[in-house]
T-cell receptor, first 117, second 113 residues
Framework: EAEVAQSPRYKITEKSQAVAFWCDPI?????LYWYRQILGQGPELLVQ????????DSQLPKDRFSAERLKGVDSTLKIQPAELGDSAMYLC???????????????FGPGTRLTVL | GENVEQHPSTLSVQEGDSAVIKCTYS??????FPWYKQELGKRPQLIID?????GEKKDQRIAVTLNKTAKHFSLHITETQPEDSAVYFC????????????FGTGTQLKVEL
């Protein structure tokens, strides 16, 4: 069964450093999501891609976070500089279409656990 | 935007008992309501979902009910087993919101022997 892949699984960094996370969605899935999950809370959407285009980045702290999906397949989320409050699980998810007519099932990757010291 | 509230935050049941988790949502346009199970350190996994044109859906020991008028939906697990122990998240999605999921805060379910 196809799954969403993410790397690294764990990342420890010092504040002010740059970090990057990678996500490979399920093959053929047009929509890709990055979520942040703080311990004890539900995932919160950071950015949503439809193919290579950003369709929602309203909750992305754009002064330090950036995301790209250049060829409409895999994606990278970057934080520069990292702050203590960025410590969280970063989850990637993908869905088949996700257009406005219908919500498709979102499948999650294993996540990247970020610790900022 | 959409707001989803989930109760209870923790739930402890004896093996074999039923468990019920409830969620309310704020956006009347929301039309898709999935439930995810997340075991410690693992990815959220979809266990059941329901769309707004259906009032109830069942899959073996798991069922979800939706009351659109009251804007709430519930997860029902019958004959609970220790492997049901996990955190459960409800979510809601609306077409106007680009189909993004808004999650509840989660329920830690513990099934005791």
């Amino acid at each position: 069964e196809a799954e969403v892949a993410q790397s690294p699984r764990y990342k420890i960094t010092e504040k002010s450093q740059a970090v990057a996370f990678w996500c490979d969605p399920i093959s053929g899935h047009a929509t890709l999501y990055w979520y942040r999950q703080i311990l004890g809370q539900g995932p919160e959407l950071l950015v949503q891609f439809q193919d290579e285009s950003v369709v929602d980045d309203s909750q992305l702290p754009k002064d330090r976070f950036s995301a790209e999906r250049l060829k409409g397949v895999d994606s990278t989320l970057k934080i520069q500089p990292a702050e203590l409050g960025d410590s969280a699980m970063y989850l990637c998810a993908s869905s088949l279409v996700g257009d406005r007519r219908r919500t498709d099932t979102q499948y999650f990757g294993p996540g990247t656990r970020l610790t900022v010291l | 935007g959409e707001n989803v509230e989930q109760h209870p935050s923790t739930l402890s049941v004896q093996e074999g008992d039923s468990a019920v988790i409830k969620c309310t949502y704020s956006d009347s346009a929301s039309n898709y309501f999935p439930w995810y199970k997340q075991e410690l350190g693992k990815r959220p996994q979809l266990i059941i979902d329901i769309r707004s044109n259906v009032g109830e859906k069942k899959d073996q020991r798991i069922a979800v009910t939706l009351n659109k008028t009251a804007k709430h939906f519930s997860l029902h697990i019958t004959e609970t087993q220790p492997e049901d122990s996990a955190v459960y998240f409800c979510a809601a999605s609306s077409p106007g919101g680009g189909n993004k999921l808004t999650f509840g805060t989660g329920t830690q379910l513990k099934v005791e022997l």
